[in-house]
């Protein structure tokens, strides 16, 4: 297999929710909960993609697959262009694409078995044999780390890292190149998440998988991805390689992220605290989305939006710092 | 000399349920030095939630009771306390902070309200100084226009301004001890790197003692003088701070640490600990840690391990050594 093809291309990428309100319910302006996002992930890669809540994160995952409508831009994936596909054409595409939820508990149907459920994603997607489609769902619940059966049960049976398990077999069952997998390890205890990270990349090896992984969890990021890419407010605000983005960092939120991260080890910087909160994207500031709270802002930042930049070696950063 | 504020001795609470007696908490020992952070770590389940509704004589009965052990807070034993004296101890003495700021404040009532009514419950003040009072506390936690926040309802705010606002609450009345119950993480790095900043501000400034409860290893570092490193209901080990992330001597504790993923360097693979935390209705027999733990030996099967002490303050419960 090509590892270098480009599995997944995203240009320009905008989601933005009208809001309305008011006398006679007028259209008061729009939430740009994705705004003009572009990236790249190549065949059996992880693109890691950090951010605080409420930086469009888990849209950006949404949108790709089209459980949100893009409002504007490109999901190029392989040749055809999700954005532009009909509903049938979407079902076929998801068979390629599938996503893993953040909390198992809610995405399984409390009243199907496990079986069920994985059989389910199996029989919409054309295998009508029951027989074969048991066998699978058997393979499947053995390949993460479950037995067979346990097909026979329903979910509240099982544990939360089970369960995440069971919504890794069933994403998994459809054969997909690429997995979204959105906050899967957050909802669950230390030594649990560990087993789930590992099972990840076991599974991405053995199936030269792709995954977009997003977490908020910068030290669970830098596990499982060879390319982060850190979200504020909508945007995109540095793209690099894992070992480069949390060693040789440039934009300052990067850089406050990654010292706020309590360690047990040796702390090498100063914390720098952000003051306040992420702003509203509704209102988001002008210039770079980042100033209000950047400790190295300058007059530029709150008049000039930055563009993201190459800084060699595909490191791009979006700040002032480094240049108009 | 060091003083001891809060004494837990073999503490025992149990749950007694349709399906069995759940042992959430099980001879449980600790006690906290005035003026300093104890931190009881462990994974969910393990009965830190429960500890600390037991100090504060906070849990649902029936189904569940506190059936053994003693719990001393300035030579009372709360556990003996009237239901009178233990609300007048709650809130003034000892203040406790919930994980979940959204659902601990009440929707319907201003956050001012809020902090006042809890000031007029347990000081003789008048409402212009519980007032006062309330947008004092905010501004110590540092909440922005304190006035104006005060007048705001909890929706209104952020999650990280909203954990402030219980902050706030809890240090309404002074309190001598504050129990703290995973108040970081609900909420975002940067949201978090500052209520950190804020608990070691209050420990400096009021000289409050904390028990902190938490889940997280990297925040204990931050801010924890004293561990308590807790197992399915009892303790595995305790030791000060510096001393059991340098130096863990449960398999657990170290399995705990080793499974954190680290920002700094790549690894192949996480070691993880295999299995899940076991049920408490039906434990194993013997450690309680033995089916999960890559060093079990015969003796752990059978045998609940003693205490065993390391070195000054440093005490684990494992056959092992």
Same mark, same amino acid.
């Given at each position: 297999m090509m590892?270098n093809h480009?599995?997944l291309?995203?240009?320009?990428l905008?989601k933005?929710?009208?809001?309305?309100? =008011?006398l006679l319910?007028?259209h008061l302006?729009?939430?740009k909960a @994705?705004?003009?996002?572009?990236?790249?992930?190549k065949?059996g890669?992880?693109?890691g993609?950090?951010g605080?809540?409420g930086?469009g994160?888990?849209t950006l995952?949404?949108?790709?697959?089209?459980?949100?409508?893009?409002t504007?831009g490109?999901?190029i994936?392989?040749?055809?262009?999700?954005?532009?596909?009909d509903r049938?054409?979407? /079902?076929?595409l998801?068979?390629e694409?599938?996503?893993i939820?953040q909390?198992?508990?809610?995405?399984?149907d409390?009243r199907?078995?496990i079986?069920?459920?994985?059989?389910e994603a199996?029989?919409i997607?054309?295998?009508?044999?029951?027989?074969?489609r048991?066998?699978?769902?058997?393979?499947?619940l053995?390949?993460? =780390?479950?037995?067979a059966?346990?097909?026979?049960?329903?979910?509240?049976?099982?544990s939360s890292?089970?369960?995440?398990r069971i919504?890794?077999?069933?994403?998994?069952a459809?054969?997909?190149?690429l997995i979204?997998a959105?906050?899967?390890?957050?909802?669950?205890? @230390?030594?649990?998440?560990?087993?789930?990270?590992?099972?990840?990349?076991d599974l991405r /090896?053995?199936?030269?998988l792709a995954y977009?992984?997003?977490?908020?969890?910068?030290? @669970?990021i830098?596990?499982?991805?060879?390319?982060v890419?850190?979200?504020?407010?909508?945007?995109? @605000?540095?793209l690099?390689e894992a070992g480069?983005?949390?060693?040789d960092y440039?934009?300052p939120?990067?850089?406050?992220?990654?010292?706020?991260i309590?360690?047990?080890?040796?702390?090498?910087k100063? /914390?720098i605290?952000?003051?306040?909160?992420?702003p509203?994207?509704l209102?988001?500031?002008?210039?770079c989305r980042?100033h209000?709270r950047?400790?190295r802002?300058?007059p530029?930042?709150?008049q000039?939006?930055?563009?993201?930049?190459d800084? =060699?070696n595909?490191?791009?950063?979006?700040?002032h710092?480094?240049?108009v | *000399?060091k003083e001891?504020?809060l004494?837990v001795k073999?503490?025992?609470?149990?749950f007694?349920t349709k399906?069995g007696?759940?042992r959430?908490?099980?001879?449980?020992?600790?006690?906290?030095?005035?003026g300093?952070c104890?931190c009881?770590v462990?994974?969910?389940?393990?009965?830190k939630?429960?500890?600390?509704?037991?100090?504060l004589?906070l849990?649902?009965?029936?189904p569940g009771?506190?059936?053994?052990?003693?719990?001393?807070?300035?030579?009372t034993?709360?556990?003996?306390s009237s239901a009178?004296?233990l +609300?007048?101890?709650?809130?003034?003495?000892?203040? *406790?902070i919930?994980q979940?700021?959204?659902?601990?404040?009440?929707?319907?009532?201003t956050?001012?309200d809020?902090i006042?009514?809890?000031?007029k419950?347990h000081?003789k003040?008048?409402?212009?100084?519980?007032?006062? +009072?309330a947008?004092?506390l905010l501004?110590?936690?540092?909440?922005p226009?304190p006035?104006?926040v005060?007048?705001?309802?909890p929706?209104?705010l952020?999650?990280? *301004?909203?954990?402030?606002?219980?902050i706030? *609450?809890?240090?309404?009345?002074d309190?001598?001890l504050?129990?703290a119950?995973e108040p970081t993480?609900a909420v975002?790095?940067?949201i978090?790197?500052?209520?950190?900043?804020?608990f +070691?501000?209050?420990?400096?400034?009021?000289?409050?003692?904390l028990?902190?409860?938490?889940?997280?290893l990297? %925040?204990?570092?931050? %801010?924890?003088?004293?561990?308590?490193?807790m197992?399915?209901?009892?303790?595995?080990e305790t030791a000060?701070?510096?001393?059991l992330?340098?130096?863990?001597?449960?398999?657990?504790t170290?399995?705990?640490?080793?499974?954190?993923?680290?920002?700094?360097?790549?690894k192949? +693979?996480?070691?993880?600990?295999?299995?899940?935390?076991?049920?408490?209705i039906d434990?194993?027999?013997g450690?309680?840690f033995?089916?999960?733990c890559?060093?079990?030996?015969a003796?752990?099967?059978?045998?609940?391990?003693?205490?065993?002490v %390391?070195?000054?303050g440093?005490?684990?419960?494992?056959?092992?050594?």
């Amino acid at each position: 297999m090509m590892l270098n093809h480009k599995l997944l291309k995203v240009e320009n990428l905008k989601k933005y929710y009208p809001v309305s309100g =008011g006398l006679l319910y007028r259209h008061l302006g729009n939430i740009k909960a @994705v705004d003009g996002v572009s990236f790249y992930i190549k065949e059996g890669e992880t693109l890691g993609l950090v951010g605080e809540s409420g930086c469009g994160k888990s849209t950006l995952g949404r949108t790709i697959i089209r459980l949100e409508e893009p409002t504007a831009g490109k999901i190029i994936y392989r040749r055809t262009d999700i954005a532009k596909l009909d509903r049938k054409q979407l /079902r076929g595409l998801r068979k390629e694409i599938q996503i893993i939820f953040q909390d198992p508990q809610s995405s399984l149907d409390p009243r199907m078995t496990i079986g069920q459920s994985i059989g389910e994603a199996l029989l919409i997607h054309g295998l009508k044999d029951e027989r074969k489609r048991g066998q699978m769902v058997t393979d499947m619940l053995e390949r993460v =780390g479950l037995e067979a059966q346990h097909a026979l049960r329903y979910p509240h049976e099982f544990s939360s890292g089970q369960r995440q398990r069971i919504g890794i077999a069933r994403a998994l069952a459809t054969n997909p190149r690429l997995i979204i997998a959105d906050e899967p390890v957050s909802a669950l205890d @230390v030594s649990i998440q560990a087993q789930i990270l590992n099972l990840m990349l076991d599974l991405r /090896r053995e199936f030269s998988l792709a995954y977009l992984f997003i977490a908020h969890d910068l030290s @669970v990021i830098r596990q499982v991805s060879q390319r982060v890419a850190v979200m504020y407010l909508g945007k995109i @605000v540095e793209l690099a390689e894992a070992g480069e983005i949390f060693k040789d960092y440039l934009h300052p939120y990067t850089e406050a992220l990654v010292s706020a991260i309590p360690s047990i080890r040796k702390r090498r910087k100063a /914390r720098i605290l952000l003051p306040g909160a992420v702003p509203s994207p509704l209102n988001p500031p002008p210039g770079c989305r980042f100033h209000t709270r950047c400790h190295r802002v300058m007059p530029i930042c709150s008049q000039v939006e930055p563009n993201l930049k190459d800084m =060699g070696n595909g490191h791009l950063v979006a700040c002032h710092l480094y240049g108009v | *000399m060091k003083e001891v504020i809060l004494s837990v001795k073999d503490l025992k609470t149990y749950f007694f349920t349709k399906r069995g007696v759940v042992r959430a908490v099980d001879g449980v020992s600790f006690d906290l030095v005035k003026g300093e952070c104890l931190c009881l770590v462990g994974e969910s389940g393990c009965g830190k939630t429960v500890t600390a509704l037991s100090i504060l004589g906070l849990i649902d009965s029936p189904p569940g009771r506190i059936v053994g052990g003693e719990i001393f807070y300035d030579s009372t034993d709360l556990t003996k306390s009237s239901a009178e004296r233990l +609300r007048h101890i709650r809130g003034k003495e000892i203040a *406790m902070i919930f994980q979940d700021a959204q659902s601990a404040l009440n929707p319907v009532f201003t956050i001012g309200d809020q902090i006042e009514e809890q000031i007029k419950l347990h000081l003789k003040v008048s409402q212009r100084r519980a007032k006062n +009072r309330a947008i004092n506390l905010l501004k110590e936690v540092g909440i922005p226009s304190p006035e104006e926040v005060a007048s705001y309802y909890p929706h209104q705010l952020s999650g990280g *301004m909203r954990q402030r606002a219980m902050i706030a *609450m809890g240090l309404s009345c002074d309190p001598q001890l504050l129990i703290a119950d995973e108040p970081t993480t609900a909420v975002d790095v940067t949201i978090k790197a500052q209520i950190i900043d804020i608990f +070691r501000r209050l420990k400096e400034s009021r000289k409050m003692s904390l028990l902190f409860i938490t889940h997280e290893l990297g %925040i204990v570092s931050e %801010i924890g003088d004293e561990i308590v490193v807790m197992y399915a209901g009892k303790v595995a080990e305790t030791a000060p701070a510096a001393e059991l992330l340098k130096n863990p001597k449960h398999p657990y504790t170290s399995g705990l640490i080793k499974c954190l993923p680290d920002i700094t360097k790549e690894k192949e +693979r996480l070691e993880s600990i295999p299995g899940t935390v076991p049920s408490l209705i039906d434990p194993p027999g013997g450690c309680l840690f033995h089916p999960r733990c890559k060093r079990a030996m015969a003796i752990c099967r059978k045998e609940e391990p003693p205490p065993v002490v %390391i070195s000054r303050g440093h005490t684990v419960f494992c056959h092992l050594y």
